[in-house]
């Protein structure tokens, strides 16, 4: 199994989910998000 690290663990894939992901990455940090969505950023 492989271990993946990130600094910023954003649940939910709204537009506030998408928001975050925006300014984490402006600040070069790691990010993953977690969505039941499968269509989640779409926006």
Not at 18 to 22: N, P, R
Not at 26 to 29: F, I, K, P, Y
């Given at each position: 199994m492989e271990t993946l690290e990130f600094d910023v663990v954003i649940?939910?894939?709204g537009p506030a989910g998408?928001?975050?992901?925006?300014y984490t990455s402006?600040?070069?940090?790691k990010?993953?998000?977690?969505?039941k969505n499968p269509?989640?950023?779409a926006l």
């Open positions: 649940i939910g894939g998408c928001s975050c992901d925006l402006r600040a070069d940090l990010t993953v998000i977690l969505d269509a989640v950023g």
